[in-house]
């Protein structure tokens, strides 16, 4: 069964970074178009960052020019580096692919 697993969240300072990775497992996934979504305490799941087969990227306005999504060669991963990161940008991140979700890896950031 495929699913997809997210890592790489954790506690970080404010303009701190972090790394997250998304990895399909179970199946010969190949997958063009990812997304990384958040969902922030009390809030909606918002679109974070999305990426087409062309290589086409999209960012919502908050992370734009901080937060960098690209895929791995094998069209099984997604990457999220996240930089200059805010206490607003704490959140559950989520990856999503061919209609499948993670379990999300959680994103804390504070002093």
């Known amino acids: 069964q495929a699913q997809l697993v997210e890592s790489g969240g954790g506690l970080v300072q404010p303009g701190g970074s972090l790394r997250l990775s998304c990895v399909g497992t179970g199946a010969m996934l190949s997958i063009s178009s990812w997304a990384w979504y958040r969902q922030a305490p009390g809030k909606e799941r918002e679109l974070v960052a999305a990426?087409?087969?062309?290589?086409?990227?999209n960012y919502a306005d908050s992370v734009k020019g901080r937060f960098t999504i690209s895929r791995g060669n094998a069209k099984d991963r997604v990457y999220l580096q996240m930089n200059s990161l805010k206490p607003e940008d704490t959140a559950v991140y989520y990856c999503?692919?061919?209609?499948?979700w993670g379990k999300g890896t959680p994103v804390t950031v504070s002093a």
């Open positions: 999503n692919g061919a209609d499948l």
């Open positions: 990426i087409t087969g062309d290589s086409i990227t």
